[in-house]
């Protein structure tokens, strides 16, 4: 039987030849459980309803990558291993495993050469509020930022190291390769005034290529993109806009051997984003495209962002922070707080759990569990996809640079109501969520961090404790960590709050919640 999919699938169930994202994403959560926790990955796998229960399957995982140091390899290898065996790619009415995809013939991508017109030299700001922070002024907001709880201390210092060198900067010994360059929160905008040699990877669309030249014409540095066609270099931009790119679904093999046939050493950002489940298959398109290239080339190193509505295994000082802010609770917002968890049969409000895991390595970590239900395990799916690897490249030696971005009103979040009322209301909690201008000035800064300092946690040769403190380095959560209640269950209200602000003087009302 033809079919008319192309690409990058989810696995065709065969009775009703539809793609089943459930069954699939709770196969390769209980794949990675199944080596650590048998219990755990039985009950995933019988999990009647994957949609709204699956956060206590993420949570297993941490808590078991917890426990023992091998457990966090262990997971990440399964998953992954699951992940390349299940997920299918089409390509002229055939079938294939994702894990040999690689291996099938491929059309040749064509480079085009573009320089950007500015002399300008590198500089670094981080916008904020409608001001453009640096230097001390910088400092003294970093300073805020730490003592609010709002970044972590290894954030701050990552920050502070950025500022006092500003010769970082300067990536024209960089060869930086972009998976979704064109998306608003990634680090294109500064890039393009920083010098780099940028790889730009994003769709074939008119529109995307449209913001990614006229961002590179604009600054400094210099852009190397895909094309099916030899283009000449004195192609009009017109044309470009509709001859560039590359599709990471459909044209995976391509992208991978284009990437692996360049000389220089790459630094590899999936920075890419998609709605629903789509996001996932563009995870695993980036995920097998980095495996290829990192094979091909070890002195590949890789970038993530992560998202701060996920679980993570945190340091004891911030369960401490924690429960001292449950402890702390003004009056008022112990009567509300406690009326509405009654009213709403403690769907709202619930105390975040304090406890400490012991880890084989004579430390112990709290957990951090920020998952939103609403977000889906399809985005949780592909998040996951991306710690892995990160956990298990760095295991393999290779420079790895994952850090916690932190919630930002990017489009995508903001087109969800509910969301968008959410961060909001979120100041309600002390909880900030950042603008994309604010996000991108200092996530692209933390990324060359961690490429120039060489004591930054994505060196490989530098020490960690445990693997899973990969991504507890330089978290910037927006105070998520550090918030009294399980956030899954407070920011509902700080969604009600959300929507209520926007139509009503509601000043009073959060000062009297925080006395």
Known sequence: MSTSYDGLQFPIHPENHKPSTSSTGKQIIAEALATVDHQSSVDALAEKNWRKHYPKYFKALVTNGIREQANAIQIAEDGLRKAHQSFEFYRHEQKYVLKDVMHLPTETLHTFKLQGSSQAAPEWYVPYR????????????????????????????????????????????????????????????WLAKWKANIIAVDLPNSRVWNKILSTVQQGNATLYAPSTTQLAADTPLDILTEQLGANLLTQTPEIAQWLAQKPETLDLAAIAYLDGEKHVRVAMAMDAIMQYVSEHKADSSLMFMCTPTDVYAVPEEVISASAEKFQQRSQGQKLLTKSIETISRSHFFQKNLHNLIASDNGQHYGIADCLVVEQGPNYALAKRIQQWRAILARHQGQHVSINIAPSTTTHSVTK?????????????????????????AIMAALWIHDLRNPNSAANPEVKLEHPLELMMEGANHGGLWRVAYLARTALPFAALYGFAADKLPLDKVIQKFKK
């Open 130 to 189: 409608g001001q453009k922070l640096q230097g001390q002024a910088l400092l003294d907001q970093i300073a805020i930022w730490l003592a609010a709880g709002i970044i972590e201390p290894s954030h701050a210092e990552a920050l502070n190291a950025a500022v006092a060198h500003p010769e970082w900067f300067d990536l024209s010994d960089r060869n930086m390769v972009l998976f979704g360059a064109a998306s608003e929160a990634g680090p294109l905008t």
């Open 416 to 440: 969800n109501p509910l969301l968008k009322a959410a961060f909001s209301g979120a100041s309600l909690f002390d909880v900030e969520a950042f603008s994309p201008e604010t996000t991108n």
